[in-house]
């Protein structure tokens, strides 16, 4: 499968969806990827976090069924945000699961959490500036693999746990950046592929995120959060920050354990 192959990944054959696993040839006739289209599959891409975890629940919600998409790039805690998405997988009951590792961001570096030399940073929550732990055009790379999977199984939708207004303000979270890849994938797919980017969680504050996974019964005591340590979550970097003022402020107990 190109870039993507499932084989280089050290992923059980169990953790990777029938469809992926069929030869070439499917690729090269149409008539057999119609055949994989189902009614109303969503490819929603699940990176084992909180926001990705309540952006499932909604997309389940809304969708016939769900394929999830998890992306390693070589981050600090990958095996245990793959723990955490294979955990979802299961709670949610999905069976079309694609493990993807884009090993190139980790080579390409220019983040904390893809560079050990570079130290992930004490949370600063009222910094304006992009942290250092953002990994520049990730989620480029993540929706690209989104977009081919959807166009291979027939999904029509791509969720993606993005939330812009309040979180670390990386530029790819914003909401103009999704429009603008709805265009590019809209362009670069064939005139009978139709993929929507959804972003259900993008304007909601983190504690509202919160509630709602609540309110869905979403399994957030399976979620993985922090940047840089992967038996007890940290309590200090910016994502333990986030995700702990989110559940002071909802006035819930977060359900994992911290250092
Ligand atoms: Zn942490």
């Known amino acids: 499968m190109g870039g993507f192959d499932e084989k280089a990944f050290d992923s059980p054959a169990d953790e990777v969806e029938e469809s992926v696993e069929t030869g070439p040839a499917d ?16 490819v929603c891409l699940v990176s084992g976090g909180m926001d990705s975890c309540v952006t499932a629940g909604i997309a389940r919600e809304e969708s016939g069924e769900l394929a999830f998409l998890h992306v390693s790039y070589g981050q600090r805690t990958e095996a245990r945000e793959r723990r955490a998405f294979l955990e979802l997988a299961d709670f ?12 190139h961001l980790a080579r390409i570096g220019g983040s904390s959490l ?54 670390s303000g990386y530029p790819d979270c914003r909401p103009e950046f999704y429009e603008a890849f709805q265009r ?38 399976l979620t993985w959060s922090c940047y840089q340590a992967e038996e007890k979550a940290c309590g200090r970097c910016d994502s333990c ?19």
């Open 27 to 42: 690729k090269a006739d149409s008539s057999l990827i119609a055949h994989h289209s189902s009614l109303d599959l969503a």
């Open 92 to 103: 949610y009951g999905v069976r079309r699961r694609l493990v993807v590792s884009l090993e």
């Open 114 to 167: 893809t560079d050990p030399s570079i130290p992930v940073a004490e949370a600063d929550l009222a910094s304006r500036e992009i942290p250092t732990s953002y990994v520049p055009f990730r989620n480029a790379h993540l929706l690209a693999a989104a977009t081919s999977w959807s166009e291979v199984v027939g999904a029509r939708r791509i969720y993606i746990g993005a939330v812009a207004e309040d979180s």
């Open 184 to 221: 590019v994938v809209d362009a670069g797919t064939r005139p009978t592929t139709h993929v929507e980017i959804r972003t259900p969680v993008i304007h909601m504050r983190k504690t509202e995120i919160v509630r709602r996974g609540v309110e869905l019964g979403a399994p957030l005591q």
């Open 241 to 259: 920050a986030l995700r702990l003022r989110a559940f002071r402020e909802a006035g819930i107990e977060d359900p994992i354990e911290y250092a």
